[in-house]
């Protein structure tokens, strides 16, 4: 336990964090799953969920949560596996 005020803050503001950045991986994780499971189906909701995690995975990197070359690497793997579904 801290004993400096800051430290306590810093302790309180840490665990939220944590907390948030845990729900926007979970959530980005289970977006691309479900592009990858369209894609594996050929379903016509594909391109709609590839563009709804692109657009998560954009702002995941945005704000930090993941770096931005991991970002671009998640977005080019899911479009390289949609464009060889697709032709």
Not at 2 to 25: C, D
Not at 30 to 42: E, F, P
Not at 49 to 58: C, G, H, N, R, Y
């Amino acid at each position: 336990m801290p004993n400096i005020k800051a430290a306590a803050k810093a302790l309180r503001k840490s665990k939220k964090l944590q907390i948030r950045n845990t729900k926007v991986k979970s959530n980005l994780e289970s977006l691309i799953k479900k592009s990858r499971k369209a894609i594996a189906a050929k379903s016509d909701t594909a391109k709609d969920l590839i563009q709804q995690a692109i657009k998560a995975i954009d702002k995941a990197a945005q704000k930090g949560i993941i770096k931005p070359n991991t970002g671009k690497r998640k977005k080019s793997r899911l479009m390289k596996k949609f464009n060889q579904a697709t032709t």
